[in-house]
């Protein structure tokens, strides 16, 4: 029987400087060819291995093999432009990036995460996790040229997804996340046919599926963008009655330094919760007594068995040793949290 408060972070982590760039959301590889895929694989291997000393339960790759977290799926699909970038304003024009362009139907080329999720699952014991941009997400992350219907545009990525989501559970990946920071953006799109893009890109899986929804990564726009939601988010509010109708099993969320009211938790009853007790906006590494009182506070509305405490956000453009740090705030704040919190009787 596992044990209850299962650790895990939300997604990616820093890249080594011998990598890439640091501290970016999009960095530049330092090598090329298999010189760079070997270095991709020993990055892994080192957090691999820092995950489980700091204590985690449920490992990842921390998306060291790709550049970014949407683009590093697009790169394996035909039917996008990568040649032809363009600078769009993205997350309702929150802050602009270079996107590439649908021309074409979109297919996968091949296999796209093949290569890490097997050598994650050869190099851990633990449960492990594999995280994947969602449909929505995807579509706020591309200009359209070929479709012209965000909706029809989700779903035929939504069917790509299920083909790699598959292929990943065959690998031997216990958890499949599907990242989705637009739909605390677009509301109402997120429950009107997100919340079911997101179920079609899941479709069949007979492993975990979760569904991470978050305020972003500690990057500047970001961090004025969330000044400006005033004192209390209720953006969860609009999208997790649909969640918690939904067959995706837990779901990931923003909640350590946030103005997320706690009891909006309840909205997911009967979904295990990923509630996330370390901030990914801020250098202070969080101590294992304000990690376990975090957890304490989101017991009032997630039942024990359902917590999963978790990072907010990738931590991608961080300082690596200030993730580091975090990595073991959460795995003692969880050990913590289980002698403050559950009966031993
Ligand atoms: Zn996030």
């Keep these: 029987m596992p044990q209850d408060f299962q650790t895990c972070i939300a997604g990616s982590l820093p890249k080594p400087a011998w990598l890439s760039e640091t501290r970016k959301l999009w960095p530049q590889w330092k090598a090329q060819g298999p010189e760079l895929a070997q270095a991709k694989l ?14 985690l339960s449920i490992i990842g790759d921390g998306e060291q093999s790709r550049q970014h977290f ?33 021309v074409a139907p979109v ?14 699952r050869a190099h ?9 941009p969602g449909p929505m997400t995807i579509v706020d992350t591309v200009a359209d040229r070929f479709y012209r219907d965000k909706v029809a545009m989700a779903f035929a990525f939504a069917a790509l ?4 989501a598959l292929a990943l559970q065959a690998d031997g990946v216990d958890i499949i996340q599907f990242d989705e920071p637009a739909f605390n953006v677009y509301m109402k799109d997120a429950a009107d046919w997100g919340v079911r893009a997101l179920e079609r890109s899941a479709q069949g899986l007979g492993c975990v599926t979760a569904v991470h929804i978050c305020y972003g990564y500690g990057i500047k726009a970001n961090v004025e963008w ?8 209720r953006q969860y509010e609009a999208i997790f009655p649909a969640l918690a109708k939904s067959s995706i099993q837990r779901v990931s969320l923003e909640f350590c330094h946030s103005h997320v009211p706690p009891d909006l938790m309840k909205l997911l009853d009967g979904k295990d919760v ?3 007790v370390i901030d990914v906006a801020s250098a202070a590494v969080e101590t294992p007594h304000e990690v376990a009182d975090t957890i304490g506070r989101a017991l009032q509305f997630v039942p024990k ?3 999963y405490p978790c990072t907010n956000c990738g931590m991608a453009p961080m300082d690596r040793n200030v993730a580091l740090g975090k990595l073991q705030a959460l795995a003692q704040g969880a050990a913590l949290a289980r002698e403050r919190y559950l009966d031993r009787s």
């Excluded at 080192?46 to 995950?51: I, P, R, Y």
């Excluded at 969330?226 to 988010?233: A, D, H, N, V």
């Design 226 to 233: 969330k000044q400006s939601l005033g004192t209390e988010w």
């Design 124 to 132: 851990t014991r633990h449960q492990i996790k594999f995280t994947l």
């Design 42 to 55: 020993d990055a892994t291997l080192l957090w691999v291995k820092a995950q489980e000393d700091a204590g």
């Design 274 to 276: 990923m509630v996330g």
């Design 305 to 307: 068995a359902k917590l």
């Design 70 to 102: 949407v683009h590093g799926f697009l790169e394996r699909v035909e039917g996008i432009d990568f040649e032809h970038k363009v600078t769009m304003g993205i997350r309702d024009g929150r802050y602009d990036a270079e996107v590439p362009q649908v």
């Design 107 to 120: 297919a996968l080329k091949g296999r796209v995460h093949d290569v890490e999720a097997r050598f994650l």
């Design 161 to 164: 997804l299920n083909q790699e």
